[in-house]
């Protein structure tokens, strides 16, 4: 079976974007990333990624591709995945002080599909740094 790497995107820092809004503190950061994870569960990633949109660093056209690429994968491998009916909490891991790392699983009628929330803490306060999801449930044994 070939691997499909649905969406991996991480931001440079050269592609810092000043108005990002930012988290207080990670049990905001995890909130935001329950909120998102709640909306993807339900099959409705517009409202996922939206949700998110004020908090990440990459630049709009960044954000687009990945929000079009997202539903583009989902649209495609439907029936492989099934249809989605939740998502659990996996792990929390801090790099250091400064980087955070958020995993779920989405859970589809088939299998289930790791998502990674990537924060960085500026001096303003937590902003995410990148977020991917794929369909290598191996990932989330990587923890």
């Known amino acids: ?12 820092l050269t592609s810092f974007n000043a108005l990002a809004d930012t988290l207080k503190s990670e049990q905001e950061a995890k909130q935001l990333s329950e909120k998102a994870m709640a909306q993807a569960a339900k099959g409705d990633f517009s409202a996922a990624f939206e949700t998110i949109k004020p908090y990440v660093v990459f630049p709009e056209s960044e954000f687009q591709t990945m929000v079009l690429q997202s539903k583009s994968q989902r649209e495609q491998f439907g029936a492989r995945f099934g249809k989605s009916v939740g998502y659990e909490f996996i792990s929390e891991k801090k790099a250091g002080e400064s980087v955070l790392r958020l995993t779920y699983i989405e859970k589809t009628e088939k299998t289930a599909l790791p998502w990674m929330f990537i924060y960085y803490k500026t ?7 990148g977020i991917f999801w794929n369909d290598r449930i ?6």
């Open 1 to 12: 079976m070939t691997r499909i790497v649905l969406v991996a995107l991480f931001s440079a």
């Open 123 to 129: 001096q303003s306060g937590w902003i995410l740094n």
């Open 138 to 143: 191996l990932n989330v044994f990587d923890q």
